[in-house]
């Protein structure tokens, strides 16, 4: 599970990065100079995937998590999700830049959400996961102070 979570945040990088430099080249060939959606994809990408990912490898190491079969669910949901709303930031921002009407449809509004629901359920199941495995987990006896001078 660990390689997984470090695959993820290694190809979430990538993604960010990515799209940052499409972000940049897209509206400098357009002399694009509004708003757009793609200015926060890059943003996504690197935060909720990278930043994240590298938090819950933390987390898995640190609690043990692996041991809970959710865990492998919470990945794919959680990757799933972020995934539909990069690709809806990306397609909207393109849409955007290029001065397309089907920038403001219902629909990309619609999907997008469905990404964010993912993510949603995903951050219900981790907290699930990581909640039983702080209610199992082996109580820590408090250490001795140390006496001073010794």
Do not use: C
Request: net charge positive.
């Amino acid at each position: 599970m660990l390689a997984s979570l470090y695959r993820s945040a290694a190809v979430w990088t990538a993604l960010g990065l990515a799209s940052g430099l499409g972000y940049r080249e897209l509206t400098r060939q357009f002399a694009y100079t509004g708003d757009t959606q793609l200015a926060v994809g890059h943003t996504h990408a690197l935060a909720l995937g990278t930043t994240m990912m590298l938090i819950f490898l933390a987390l898995v190491k640190v609690f043990a998590l692996d041991a809970d079969r959710r865990l492998r669910w919470f990945l794919w949901v959680y990757n799933i999700g972020l995934a539909i709303t990069f690709g809806m930031l990306n397609a909207k921002g393109i849409l955007q830049v290029l001065g397309s009407p089907m920038a403001t449809s219902k629909a990309l509004a619609g999907i997008s959400g469905l990404g964010h629901m993912t993510l949603t359920a995903a951050f219900v199941l981790l907290f699930l996961i990581l909640g039983r495995a702080i209610r199992t987990a082996p109580a820590v006896k408090d250490a001795e102070p140390a006496s001073v001078g010794a």
